[in-house]
């Protein structure tokens, strides 16, 4: 396994990190039609706290464990992540583990922020489930700027951070971000206590570039999620023969690419099986995951790139409920299958087999373009979807 630098942290980081975002589980208990559909009618967060879900700590347990025993020290969760059980299982496996040798990193739901009091309810909650004295590190979960200045200024929480600094209750805090890259800066100048921060970064998806660069060189350590882009770079293609002119796989390609750029500290990768970590250490093994004029030719033919991203979805499923029960990222990822790597049958059976409203039942509301964290104008992509997937031969 190959360490970094975490900013100034003076931690040396693995070259990837375990998210333990998608944990095998396991379905306990059917729901009825009439729950399912209500619970579409719910937020995102709100349809999480489903407990006919469970985490498989069978196989859970060990494969967290299988990947402290290969080198990785960075562990992250949050608290909704698993139908709010991820932080329980991650508390298990780290008895397991040396837990001086691993970091933890979660996440503070703002949702469940509504005053300066709610910051050290959650924390104080969070360290139970994760049953550990503290947290590594603590980040705002999913801020841009309109919530930091909103709940994290608004409320006085920098205080209440530096008194869980100095209990010894945090390490240090750190935020994950889905907003305008222009903001970082303010944010980070504004609190200038941050020591890392998780954002999104892979071959499709290169807007935080120069985010990093800044980030890296206030000491701030980088954690890239998404380095597969949400799954996108999971299947076949001959992307790795158009950027370096080798074949490896896509998934491999985008690993050695987001580890290609030195100021990023660490890949975040959520991990189900043992093949996806056997997959991802074979990368974090090198060196040089990716020389700097293959880094550097991969950028150059970025442009070749941009067609895959002109509808870039990664399925987090911000944008639902949809008011007309529109199922927005399955039609999404049936047209990144054809569209990206050419599967047009996939993608038309794909297409048929989706179920509930129809594209034609949009009534341009705008919500979910609103919640969208690529900023996707939704009604407008989806028409222009539908076409062509409704022409498919």
Known sequence: MIYREFGKTGKKI????????????????????????????????????????????????????????????????????????????????????????VMVATKIPLDEVHSTVDFRRMLDLQLSLLDTEYIDFYHFHGINKDVFDKKVMGFGLKKEVQNALDEGLI?????????????????????????????????????????????????????AMGPVAGGRLSMPSVLSEKLLGKNISTPELAMRFVLGNNNVSCALSGMSDLEMLNSNLKVADIDEPMTKDEFNKATLMMEELKKLSDLYCTGCDYCLPCPQGIEISKIFNAFTYHNVYGLSDEAKNMWKNIGGATVSDCTNCGICSDKCPQHIKIPEKLKETAEILSNLP
């Open 14 to 101: 693995s070259a990837l990190g375990f998210g333990c975002m998608r944990l095998p589980e396991i379905r306990i208990a059917e729901t009825s039609p009439e729950e399912e559909q209500a619970r579409k009618n719910l937020s995102w967060y709100e349809q999480q706290k489903d407990d006919s879900w469970i985490v498989d700590e069978e196989k859970a347990i060990p494969l967290l464990k299988a990947a402290y025993d290969a080198g990785i020290n960075y562990f992250d969760t949050a608290h909704f992540y698993c139908h709010f059980k991820s932080q329980t299982t991650l508390g298990k496996a780290l008895k397991l583990m040396d837990r001086s040798n």
């Open 171 to 223: 390490k240090h805090i750190s935020f994950s971000y889905h907003g305008d890259v222009n903001d970082i800066p303010y944010i980070v100048e504004t609190f200038e206590i941050f020591s890392s921060i998780l954002l999104q970064y892979n071959l499709l998806d290169r807007s935080h570039e120069e985010s990093i660069d800044y980030l890296a060189n206030k000491g701030i350590g980088v954690v």
